[in-house]
């Protein structure tokens, strides 16, 4: 004679990443065929769903383990809709009755109920953001001009971390320029002018707003992925780009927009980049003093496909680890 099914528990997980009710189908048949279906936290953001699909739960039940499986012999199931932090108590409670071998435990599944899409934990990182503007005394006083010369910093630490290779330094860099924009859009979110004058300020905006705009500008300017354009070189990606950039921004000058508060070897490149990208020819500047000469070795560099920025960073490198090796290091 068989002996009777022990019955099944399903710990139902859930995330607070996806919106409330978008459960998958394994998980609303489990729900629907369970004898019982329980949850301990009153506030759950599901219940309300769960109720409107028909589904009795048992609300702020914690049942004790050994009724829950008494409850369970004979093959019954039960669905423990679980917080985001579990039911230890439970949890607990019944590995100490499977560790006694005593009582015959029912089957336990754990069983999630969504699943996080990719980028979910940047839900979490704006969460955590809210949360330290309103409760540090330092980041609820910081305004874009005070943080200007951390995202400058935290770019050159990016690319020194490219640069050397290191993986690890990489993936810690870039989430520290991640903070910065989101940093700056929760201080954006207060109101804050990022101008500094009201009368030209555009008002408050979000992190979500800054996604938004981003995303109309990379579908603008990818037609040939998201239109009827074709480009199938890297060149002519590049001519489009600058086209409708061009179009968009409606620039009387090639040197328009380029930012001359970046390192000056950059900057020489940039301007002798777009110099060159609308064929002009303008004779470099002389005069005294090392400026036209390091001036000239720049714009050569950019003609010839090099980055003179990050050839002058490595010979300093290199330079650095000489003087290190007569100190004697």
Known sequence: MNAPSPGRLVLLTTSHRVAPGQLSWPAWQALHQADRVLCADPAHPQLPYLREAGVAVEVAVTPDAADLVDFLAGGRTAVLVQSGE???RLTDALSRLAGSGRVAMPDLELLPGAYDLP????????????????????SARQTHEGLAKYAMEEAFELIEAIEEGDRDALREELGDVLLQVVFHARIAEDGAPATGDDEEDGGPFSVDDVAATLIDKLVRRHPHVFGDAVAETPEEVRAQWLRVKGEEKERTSVTDGVPVAQPALALAAKLASRARGAELRVPLPEGPGPGPALLALAVEAERQGTDPEAALRESARRYREAIRAAEGH
């Not at 934990?121 to 005394?137: F, K, N, S």
């Open 119 to 138: 980028g979910a934990r940047l839900i979490d990182l704006v969460q955590v953001m809210d949360r330290i503007r309103e409760e540090c005394p330092w």
């Open 86 to 88: 579990g039911d230890r």
